[in-house]
């Protein structure tokens, strides 16, 4: 998201699905929020959760899959996140 505002907003049923195969796979993050650029989110709820589809043979779900209620990436000061995030395992 880039020079982005999202306020007052409540995001519900979102599910999140694991997918890959790809072997130099080293750490799954689940947020909502990803590469936050000069932007807000203010006020916002998301309930979602997590599923996994796939993982490569030699990945550790357990070990390295990581759930925050923080944006994965706030690449400048002028960026904040304020949410609050839920997010529950899935139909392992």
Same mark, same amino acid.
């Given at each position: 998201?880039? =020079? %982005?505002?999202?306020?007052?907003? &409540?995001?519900? =049923? @979102?599910?999140?699905? @694991? ?19 000069? +932007? &807000?989110?203010?006020?916002? &709820?998301?309930?979602?959760? #997590?599923?996994? +589809? !796939?993982?490569? %043979?030699?990945? /550790? !779900?357990? *070990?390295?899959?990581?759930? &925050?209620?923080?944006? /994965? #990436?706030?690449? *400048?000061?002028?960026? /904040?996140?304020?949410?609050? @995030? ?7």
């Amino acid at each position: 998201m880039k =020079n %982005s505002t999202i306020k007052d907003v &409540t995001f519900d =049923n @979102v599910i999140f699905d @694991v997918n890959t195969g790809l072997s130099k796979t080293k750490r799954i993050v689940v947020t909502p929020f990803v590469n936050v650029v000069t +932007s &807000t989110i203010d006020n916002v &709820t998301v309930n979602a959760s #997590y599923q996994v +589809s !796939k993982l490569p %043979s030699s990945f /550790s !779900k357990d *070990d390295l899959i990581f759930v &925050t209620d923080r944006a /994965s #990436y706030l690449s *400048d000061d002028a960026s /904040s996140v304020n949410a609050k @995030v839920t997010i529950n395992v899935k139909g392992e």
